[in-house]
């Protein structure tokens, strides 16, 4: 069990973990700009990993996927995020232009994994940035990776220990029942213990920081294993093992954030209709 603990695998996982963590409180904390960019940045490598798939990163339809990520994070700089859906629509259209234009270069259901990706990827993971934009996001924010990262670990903690029914065996073979349980029943706890500690910066957020932290968590620790589930469902259907190599022991940035796209929309929203 110790040598387990101590293989050179092992140790690059939690030192790139230890790296990621601080990278995600520096630019979280920070906010802004710099939170801006990141999430700019690992959204344009998400979108080329999840491509990258279906080998159509470099084509027309790809290159306009990109474009699209650019044009929809202006948006977000510009604070013009009424017109989101207009971008989508056109995208949407001038990708069918391509379609017909080019035919038959493209099949349909690249097309549509396309649009898929750039909505999967940038638009639900703008929105880490849009609730550190909120009032009170600085603490709203890190409700997004109690719910997704912890939920992760105590799922694991609790799968390794007495996990004995499976999940979801077609699709992650190693998750089981118990495990899915314990990961959604830690992120409420630490959710509300989360709520107790910040309590006083969250009191305009919720009318009981603690029960109302409790409740985004839990529900968001469900939404992360659903989004971690959905991404290993690509993965296999494309038979590719992890979506890139940027992260020494973890993959790509869609094997790490694959959880976190799912949950930030979802915070997003619950922080506002949750009191």
């Known amino acids: 069990m110790i040598n387990k603990l101590f293989t050179k695998a092992t140790l690059i996982r939690t030192l790139s973990s230890v790296l990621l963590l601080a990278v995600a409180l520096f630019t979280l904390i920070m906010g802004g700009n710099i939170l801006f960019v990141t999430m700019f940045v690992v959204s344009l490598i ?28 202006l948006l977000l700089l510009l604070e013009m995020q009424e017109f989101a859906m207009l971008l989508m629509i056109v995208f949407l259209m001038v990708i069918m232009a391509a379609y017909v234009f080019t ?4 099949k ?3 097309i549509c994994y396309i649009f898929f990706g750039f909505f ?6 703008s929105y880490v940035y849009q609730i550190r934009e909120l009032p009170n996001g600085i603490c709203l924010v890190f409700l997004v990776f109690l719910s997704s990262w912890i939920c992760d670990t105590c799922a694991y903690l609790v799968g390794v220990t007495i996990g004995k029914h499976k999940l979801a065996p077609k699709l992650s073979p190693n998750k089981s029942i118990e495990g899915s349980v314990g990961g959604i029943v830690g992120a409420a706890l630490l959710g ?9 910066y969250l009191s305009e957020a919720f009318l009981n920081p603690l029960v109302g932290c409790a409740i985004v968590c839990g529900i968001g620790a469900v939404i992360s294993q659903i989004g971690d589930l959905a991404a290993s469902g690509i993965k296999r259907n494309y038979s590719v093992k992890d979506y890139g190599h940027l992260i020494p022991g973890h993959g790509g940035i869609m094997d790490r954030f694959d959880s976190v796209i799912f949950v930030a929309p979802a915070i997003y ?4 209709f949750i009191r």
Do not use: D, H, N
């Open 46 to 73: 998400g979108q080329f990993e999840l491509y990258r798939v279906i080998s159509r990163q470099k084509s027309l339809v790809g290159i306009l996927g990109y474009m699209a990520c650019i044009g929809y994070y």
């Open 103 to 106: 035919f038959p270069g493209y």
């Open 108 to 110: 349909a259901g690249e």
């Open 120 to 125: 999967y990827v940038a638009v639900m993971m």
């Open 192 to 200: 509300a213990l989360y709520g107790f500690v910040f309590r006083g």
């Open 269 to 272: 929203f619950l922080t506002i």
